[in-house]
């Protein structure tokens, strides 16, 4: 089993930058797919970002792409989320997930099943 942890959100004006981090417990995460969602109230959960644990491939939504930058760490237990020129629509709470080996449908919420209970972001104009 694989608990997860986000922290890093906060309160930032538009045109800046944060880093999210997502935090594992349980097992390493070499054999895991890994990405980000966000969802704001009475919204569909968003993919943001994916990445592929054993090969580090990445994957992005057009929403982040050039801004948004997701990476692992060397220890196999932190996922980390770089946003950039951050604009007030990135504004919701972000989600980290994990599922094990991969999936082709990386960008489908459904496919994920452990989940992080979420961080805030918040982007001021």
């Known amino acids: 089993q694989v608990q997860l942890v986000e922290s890093g959100g906060g309160l930032l004006q538009a045109g800046g930058s944060l880093r999210l981090s997502c935090v594992a417990s349980g097992r390493t995460l070499s054999s895991y797919t890994m990405a980000w969602f966000r969802q704001g109230p009475g919204k569909e959960r968003e993919f943001v970002a994916a990445i592929t644990w054993s090969d580090g491939r990445t994957y992005y939504a057009d929403s982040g792409k050039g801004r948004f930058t997701i990476s692992r760490d060397n220890a196999n237990i932190a996922l980390y989320l770089q946003m950039n020129s951050m604009k007030s629509e990135d504004t919701t709470l972000y989600y980290c997930?994990?599922?094990?080996?991969?999936?082709?449908?990386?960008?489908?919420?459904?496919?994920?099943?452990?989940w992080g209970p979420g961080t805030q972001v918040t982007v001021s104009s």
């Open positions: 997930a994990a599922v094990r080996l991969y999936s082709e449908h990386y960008c489908d919420a459904r496919e994920y099943s452990y």
